[in-house]
């Protein structure tokens, strides 16, 4: 599914606008961009967190040229579900 494919789901459900939704839809991921840039977790309650994660240093190995590079520690961003969703989606898709 895609972003296109979410405006147009929420636009025929709720009615608005597709113009409306895609900007609601952008506005949401430009917040939880901007807190994720700024230190700050986002807590879905029933959905998840958009978190951050620290990476912590490693040894590397560049195996074109067979030298070892040093890979700085370094933050990422990472979604991590709801248990209520995390169960949702096992129930719903068990061995497909």
Not at 15 to 39: C, P, R
Not at 68 to 77: C, D, E, L, S
Request: no cysteine; hydrophobic share 35%; net charge positive.
């Amino acid at each position: 599914m895609t972003k296109a494919d979410i405006v147009a789901k929420i636009s025929e459900k709720l009615g608005l606008e597709k113009g409306d939704v895609q900007a609601t839809v952008e506005s949401f991921m430009d917040e939880v961009k901007t807190s994720l840039e700024t230190g700050d977790n986002v807590y879905l309650r029933g959905f998840g967190s958009f978190i951050i994660k620290t990476r912590a240093e490693k040894t590397g190995r560049n195996i074109s040229k067979n030298t070892t590079i040093k890979i700085p520690a370094h933050n990422i961003p990472a979604f991590k579900p709801a248990k209520v969703f995390v169960e949702g989606v096992k129930t719903n898709n068990e061995a497909k």
